[in-house]
């Protein structure tokens, strides 16, 4: 597969959307197409140019930066991005996510209760097994999202959850990582299917 490329002005403004897309409730990457405030005067006199130099040599810009921007480490910076192993690290692990999709969702299910509701039950405003399980990273994000997808149950989470710090973070961080996610949603609801039938 041939690498798109991108120019290091490119990769700034892609940078700029991707960290607002992630960090500011009210900006959305898809809605404004990526679109920033940046100038190529300004990008040309930053100390940290070089960095968006490195960042342009990426195979993918956009997927290296969404991977590390829904890690939660504090890869925000792009200096950390381009220089730190750990970020490459993170940018192969999600790689490999995306590419294991059916058999990380179909191993991610089988951690799930036997009762497949009462996964998905707020008990006293307490966190859900299923959340548990996402928070403790015995699940992935994909299969989180790919759950409520099926199910529909983050509308309900918000209105008994009564968490106000990790939950509404984690609920933010999922719904912008959303569109991003390319799966079929058949296949997933027929392999969820044969499990709880």
């Not at 897309?21 to 006199?45: E, I, L, M, P, R």
């Not at 930066?65 to 490459?88: P, R, S, T």
Request: hydrophobic share 40%; aromatic share 18%; proline share 2%.
């Amino acid at each position: 597969m041939m690498r798109a490329i991108v120019e290091p002005f490119e990769a700034y403004k892609l940078y700029l959307a991707l960290k607002n897309h992630f960090s500011q409730s009210s900006y959305d990457f898809f809605k404004y197409n990526g679109k920033v405030k940046a100038n190529y005067d300004s990008f040309n006199v930053r100390k940290d140019k070089y960095f968006f130099y490195k960042l342009s040599k990426k195979k993918d810009v956009v997927q290296y930066l969404v991977a590390n921007f829904i890690d939660g480490k504090n890869h925000q910076w792009v200096g950390d991005l381009v220089q730190h192993e750990e970020a490459e690290a993170i940018y192969a692990e999600w790689q490999r996510r995306q590419q294991a999709l059916t058999y990380t969702f179909k191993q991610d299910i089988e951690k799930l209760k036997e009762d497949f509701n009462s996964n998905f039950v707020v008990k006293n405003g307490q966190h859900p097994f299923l959340l548990k399980l996402v928070l403790r990273k015995d699940i992935s994000l994909e299969t989180f999202i790919i759950l409520n997808d099926i199910v529909r149950f983050t509308s309900v989470w918000n209105k008994h959850i009564e968490d106000t710090m990790v939950w509404p973070e984690f609920y933010m961080k999922c719904k912008k990582y959303r569109p991003f996610l390319k799966y079929e949603i058949a296949k997933f609801k027929q392999i969820l299917k044969e499990k709880y039938s």
